[in-house]
């Protein structure tokens, strides 16, 4: 018998690749960079399966090229903003992504930019390097305590969560806003409107997926609440912050300093301003880059595909409705 066809659109780690490898027929595009949009479109062409990374723009126009025979889309990441779901559901085209496994290695990532960003690590590393270091100082590089200090959390998840547990440790007051959440009974954190959270919080760290309901969350409006003292960290998605709105917040100390894991766009050009800011941190979207959990997350993509190839339920799929779907297609065929 024949293998399925798969188009994977980048290395991913041994421990996925194998086991696609071994199953399927892979196309595997291993160039640094994605895929250009042409080669997306061409090499999906045929296919049954698709392993697809956050930079791949997976649309209704991806789907057509690919054609009627493609059974499953497998996304490695947790978050799949960059997928057309509802697309995918109509066509009754499970989507697979990698949660919880990446929760931990995200969490520790916002809490390494919260202590860098409110102690200006970084800027205090670049200030040795430059030569600038003269003596101690009593008033040099002084910074915000994160001891005691609030935090707010915006999308009280998995990652929103695991992020207050090490606030936990840090003796902080932890209030959160998450319309959707259903809060651990364990973790004392507050739940409070989003006014509240910009007004009384230390520290805002964004955990929310990004729709359009948190495109620009975090925008002129929103900063002017927050404390001029306050630390916005974001390593959820990019556009859930407005980058001019931070750049001036920034620029003019409206607030202290600001961490992002994600920009807007990736990777950020280097004649954005923010780069020309010392109280802003940028990292390149690595929050998942632990080794450990990227190879748990090229397994799950893999077995998400796999699943999805042999017509099974793929074991985290963000859009089960399609199953009832294909329940009611069968059952109206039968
Ligand atoms: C990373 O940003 C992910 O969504 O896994």
């Known amino acids: 018998m024949s293998k399925p066809k798969v188009f994977v659109t980048r290395l991913i780690l041994d421990s996925g690749l194998r086991l696609v490898q071994d199953f399927c027929d892979v196309d595997l595009w291993a160039d640094e960079l994605p895929p250009p949009r042409e080669a997306l479109l061409k090499r999906v062409r045929g296919v049954d399966g698709l392993l697809c990374l956050l930079t791949d723009q997976i649309d209704a126009e991806v789907m057509d090229a690919a054609g009627p025979q493609l059974k499953v889309i497998s996304n490695h990441a947790v978050g799949y903003d960059n997928i057309n779901v509802a697309e995918a559901t109509a066509r009754c085209i499970p989507v697979g992504n990698t949660p919880g496994i990446l929760t931990d290695a995200t969490a520790d990532l916002t809490f390494a930019l919260l202590l860098a960003a409110a102690r200006r690590v970084v800027e205090a590393e670049r200030f040795v390097r430059q030569g600038k270091w003269k003596t101690w100082g009593p008033a040099l590089l002084l910074g915000m305590d994160v001891s005691g200090a609030t935090l707010g959390i915006v999308g009280y998840g998995r990652i929103g969560q695991a992020v207050a547990r090490r606030a936990v440790g840090f003796g902080m007051r932890i209030l959160y806003y998450d319309p959707a959440a259903v809060p651990p009974a364990s973790l004392p954190a507050q739940p409070v409107d989003f006014e509240t959270l ?7 760290s964004l955990h929310t997926p990004l729709t359009s309901q948190t495109y620009h969350l975090i925008n002129a409006d929103s900063l002017a609440l927050m404390k001029p003292t306050a630390v916005l960290i974001n390593t959820a998605r990019g556009p859930v912050v407005d980058p001019q709105a931070l750049y001036m917040a920034l620029k003019t100390r409206r607030i202290f300093a600001a961490a992002l894991d994600v920009t807007d766009p990736e990777p950020l050009p280097m004649d954005s301003p923010l780069l020309e800011l010392d109280n802003l941190i940028i990292l390149p979207h ?37 199953y009832e779907k294909l329940k009611v297609t069968r059952a109206s065929n039968a």
């Open 198 to 204: 910009l007004r009384e919080s230390d520290f805002v």
């Open 286 to 322: 690595i929050a998942s880059a632990s080794r450990s959990s990227r190879e748990q997350m090229s397994r799950m993509a893999a077995e998400n595909l796999l699943a999805g190839l042999r017509g099974e339920r793929l074991p985290n799929c963000v859009n089960p409705e399609v």
